[in-house]
Nanobody, 122 residues
Framework: QVQLAESGGGSVQAGGSLMLSCAAS????????MSWYRQAAGKERELVAT???????TYADSVKGRFTNSKDNAKDALYLQMHSLMPEDAGVYYC????????????????WGPGTQVTVSS
């Protein structure tokens, strides 16, 4: 019914910036909460930022003041503007959307993108 695809990852030097985008495609769905997660090699996947259905935006303490989370409701798209990147920010970044799908929007689905790699060199 719906699938996600991240883009904008790449390799930057410490202090650089990247803009990540998450695009949704499909039909018969409604998006509620939208989040960015990341996972470094050997570490657990961690929540980076969330935009709730209400519009409330939250950030992990480690990225506050450096990352900006935003969305485009018309496109069901999610964005993450990252500034002052540090080596600790490296990893695969995943887009997540909590959705309801199906003809009657009764199927709750946790939808994940395939991820985009972010590499930060010091």
């Amino acid at each position: 019914q719906v699938q996600l695809a991240e883009s904008g990852g790449g390799s930057v030097q410490a202090g650089g910036s990247l803009m990540l985008s998450c695009a949704a495609s499909g039909s018969g769905y409604r998006v509620y909460d939208m989040s960015w997660y990341r996972q470094a090699a050997g570490k657990e996947r961690e929540l980076v930022a969330t935009i709730e259905y209400s519009g409330t935006i939250t950030y992990a303490d480690s990225v506050k003041g450096r990352f900006t989370n935003s969305k485009d409701n018309a496109k069901d798209a999610l964005y993450l503007q990252m500034h002052s990147l540090m080596p600790e920010d490296a990893g695969v970044y995943y887009c997540y959307e909590l959705t309801r799908q199906g003809p009657w929007l009764t199927q709750v689905k946790n939808v994940w993108g395939p991820g985009t790699q972010v590499t930060v060199s010091s």
